[in-house]
């Protein structure tokens, strides 16, 4: 039979094993690994390193300064590696009281997987295996190298990461790599090509050891108040940063980036007014506005802020401490560490010098270039399974770290899988429906395909 | 024997029967009466109820929709009637592994009671009953008609207190009133003759239903921003609340009050940057500009501010809810009701409708004539004990509900007794000295003698 005659054959292989995808999922999802509060993490490594090689991989769990990383690889027909990135973490579940089920649970409801991790990132995992089994059942190989890599502290940043790669470059060189995924798959597949910096801050206030009695108010400073007034100082209601400096390297969009940005459908705005019971978007933006200003403009968000008694009811204090995390989506080629000195610089300079500033953690915005091999792969891919191109996004709108591979190894990129808008990625109730599962596979399968 | 000669009979048979008067005192702190948990409550009031008795009052317990009130009444020499107010309840003891002497069993250290209500409120009530007793023992009489009123809840805002006043019009009329404490102590009594308002508001803020990805957050609304940036409207760098209306009502000094304040001495604050580890005063007020500060201006605190994220390390998030507390302490005439409108038109005018408002807990302002019998009959019982007048501050500093007494009943008061600043109510390790008992309660001898 000639190469390619049989791929009916692996799409149907998927179909058919579809439950056994799963439950592998769920599998995973069942054992917690949060990174942010080192839970369930070694567990998570084994688990994974022995489903890997259950695939037909062969895996290994390398040590690093933090969590594990876990790295594998086959020999496939063709010369041509293609490289592929998970993370095995999740983040937080709380508030755990906003689940429909439990989050470490992975019950089916209504056709969808309900989980901390579903689709960021097991889901993309399972996705990817049930893609190379396939191909290993009905072929017995791979139409192309593959090798893995799957961290485990993606949710807090990566901080092993660029070490871990910059020490084995060698073993991780590829033509091209697929990223984790961008959660905002539709009805075809869609392919982003780069990611968002981030540059997360935390912002502490202490003007005294204590909280005192309320009936003082008019004479001790309160830290809750330093930190708002530090804040509103840095962001005004129409979202303009006015910190000196932000938008300094912010580059502007080449000619390609500006027609791909272009072709990008608007977003159905009235359906998330409505799901999300929202008030209205940002700056009242319209659907065909949407999708430009989400790509490529950085923010500067609040993650989060407390100060004082933040339980029910009434209790009567001037807060002698405030924080403040502050997380700012960076497009190329801001520098997270130039954005941390431009906030400390406007602190000092509107008499703010003591709120103190922290870098928690920071990453690089990067972007991939539109014309490589792999996009072109993904492109005929989708072709492939739908007749249609894939959407193009050329930014990513999250902050992976995939710009250690596309800066560091200069492997161009595309980051695509099986999330969606509705599946709840970092909140409650996060979901994976499972038909989208099945379609990854496929799509995974598909790009191995075409990448030769 | 002529009326008076034998008051110097009446502070002897105080000392000589101190004793008596700390064992009364440990009998009352050992039955706990927490308020907040509703811990001994029905206990308390029956105990205190015949202790009063004993004294040779009459008394009776009260039905309220709350916590039962004692009333108690004995007539005088005089046709003058004198009303004291106190409390029976107390503050939660927790943390209790902070007391050097457990909470409820009133042991003497360093000749202290250590105790929860050793000072508030339990140490003013035997102050009181003590110097009733003594003119009883010696005079057979006291000098004026007594009123005692001892309620339950003040500790959790005095629920049932005004209803109950009101219906009671008749049975509390009196020509002047002592209030329960200040403690403000220092060699000479401490009077304070006013209370200041209460509004506490909640202001919450729902942009989503959920909190999205922060890699949203160019085109979602920010609860935690939304906040901010009402916040930041509302009160300037320099302290400058600027919501219509929120000065408009407050009353300038008249001449008495402002030589009153200038009276008071500044306030120790290298002492308090040192244990409180201060950046400074707000606005860097001097020690003599502090007790002016402290006592006529009125505050916008944020009592409490949470949104987003608020553990520890990272999490990125656009918030969809944010709220804030906010506790203003109001001066004359300043109306906590119409504060909290004024607090709602501004955020409507500035476009921040959609953060909703709820008043909590309010309670109004109100001062006592520096000038009245019962101020007056004070200060000559201060000259008569020390040969110094009472320290007379014009405005007190808390949130009492004096102002119930004072607007609705009209009967001008003076707040003193036993306290002082480092009789830690509220705090662990509430103490009393016992010297201050013994001092109190002459000095409640000696206000009962001048008020006729």
Known sequence: MARGEDF??????????????????????????????????????????????????????????????LTANIKGASDKTLLFYNHYDVQPA????????????ANIVDEHVIARGSTDNKGNII????????????????????KYIIEGEEEIGSPS???????????????????????????????????????????????????FHSSSG????????RIIW???????????????????????????????????????GADRVKKFELRKFLLDLKDEQLPRRHLTNPTFNVAGFDAGYTGEGVKTIVSGRGRAKIDCRLVP????????DCVQNHLRKHGFDDIKVELLFSSYPAKSDPDAEIVKACIRASQRLYGQDAEINPFGSGS?????????????????????????????????????????????????????
């Open 127 to 146: 996705s990817r295996l049930a893609a190379f089994e396939a191909f290993l059942a009905i072929r017995g190989e791979l139409p192309c190298n593959i």
């Open 333 to 340: 080629n801001q520098d997270p560490k130039k954005i941390r």
């Open 94 to 105: 709380d508030p755990e009281s906003e689940w429909i089920s439990p989050p470490f649970e």
């Open 8 to 69: 009916q054959k692996i799409l149907e292989y998927i179909e058919k094993n579809i439950e056994k995808s799963v439950s592998d999922l769920q599998e995973l999802c069942r054992q917690p690994s949060i990174s942010t509060t080192n839970v369930g993490i070694k567990e998570m490594a084994d688990l994974l390193h022995s489903r890997i090689e259950k695939a037909g991989l062969s895996s290994s769990i390398n040590k690093t300064d933090g969590n594990p990383i």
């Open 230 to 268: 530090a804040l509103a100082s840095m962001k005004d209601e129409n979202e303009n940063v006015l910190i000196d400096g932000f938008y300094d390297d912010v580059l502007d969009l080449t000619e390609t980036e500006n027609i791909l940005v272009e072709k990008i459908k608007p977003y159905d």
């Open 400 to 452: 992976t770290p995939c710009y250690i591979v596309l800066r560091n190894l200069g492997i161009p990129l595309a980051s695509t899988g099986v999330g969606r808008i509705t599946s709840r990625t970092h909140s409650a109730n996060e979901n994976l429906k499972i038909e989208d599962l099945m379609d990854g596979a496929k799509y995974m399968a598909a790009i191995c395909e075409e990448f030769v």
């Open 161 to 211: 990461l660029e070490k871990f790669i910059m020490k084995n470059k060698d073993l991780l060189t590829a033509d091209g790599c697929i990223w984790e995924d961008n959660t905002t798959r539709v009805d075809i597949p869609v392919l982003s090509l780069g990611n968002k910096g981030l540059c997360y801050l935390e912002l502490t206030c202490r003007t005294a050891n204590v909280d």
């Open 218 to 225: 008019q004479i001790y400073e309160n830290a809750a108040w």
